[in-house]
T-cell receptor, first 118, second 115 residues
């Protein structure tokens, strides 16, 4: 099956520092990767859509200069939280999409990264 | 715009019984996909089942089945023979070509399976 990994799984950083989260599709090439944020006991909120070799498309209200996304290859996308603050503490999840057939686009999720900013 | 509504914040079921988790959706796209994901306390999102809008038959995957009623715009998840390990958060989601295949999630239903 399609496997997506994320690294690190947990990270604690000090306020003002930057943190990079990696998302990799291990056994398939993903045309598109998505980054989500999830607050405790809440649903997933899409932050941005990332296509290989092009700039990410950010959802309304998401600061692109704060959440830098790089999609260097068909198997790797990175999210960098710049100048992190305690309010950036959250669960960040990536997903990678495949196109199994006409009209069917499935997404496979990474295990998530729990970011705590102190 | 797409919208997913899950009206049950929490559900309880007895082990070995069946349970239905409700999901209604709204979209103007004629072609769309409906998904159910399970999120245990560990946080990972586990894909359960997919239903395409043009699929004639309801999707089934092991103990999971999707009760797709297109006219009512509903896509309820049925879990048969519940197990203790089924206790988790369940999210209904949809995407479509009109939304560039971005997934829209419902608020989720927390399922608790009692022994």
């Amino acid at each position: 099956g399609a496997v997506v990994s994320q690294h690190p799984s947990r990270v604690i950083c000090k306020s003002g520092t930057s943190v990079k989260i990696e998302c990799r599709s291990l056994d398939f090439q993903a045309t598109t990767m998505f980054w989500y944020r999830q607050f405790p006991k809440k649903s997933l909120m899409l932050m941005a859509t990332s296509n290989e070799g092009s700039k990410a498309t950010y959802e309304q209200g998401v600061e692109k200069d704060k959440f830098l996304i790089n999609h260097a290859s068909l198997t790797l996308s990175t999210l960098t939280v710049t100048s992190a603050h305690p309010e950036d503490s959250s669960f960040y999840i990536c997903s990678a999409s495949v196109h199994p057939g006409q009209g069917a686009v499935e997404q496979y999720f990474g295990p998530g990264t729990r970011l705590t900013v102190t | 715009a797409q919208k997913i509504t899950q009206t049950q914040p929490g559900m309880f079921v007895q082990e070995k019984e069946a349970v239905t988790l409700d999901c209604t959706y709204d979209t103007s796209d004629p072609s769309y996909g409906l998904f159910w994901y399970k999120q245990p306390s560990s946080g990972e999102m586990i894909f359960l089942i997919y239903q395409g809008s043009y699929d004639q038959q309801n999707a089934t995957e092991g103990r999971y089945s999707l009760n797709f009623q297109k006219a009512r715009k509903s896509a309820n998840l049925v879990i048969s023979a519940s197990q203790l390990g089924d206790s988790a958060m369940y999210f209904c989601a949809m995407n479509s070509g009109g939304s560039n295949y971005k997934l829209t999630f419902g608020k989720g239903t927390l399922l608790t399976v009692n022994p």
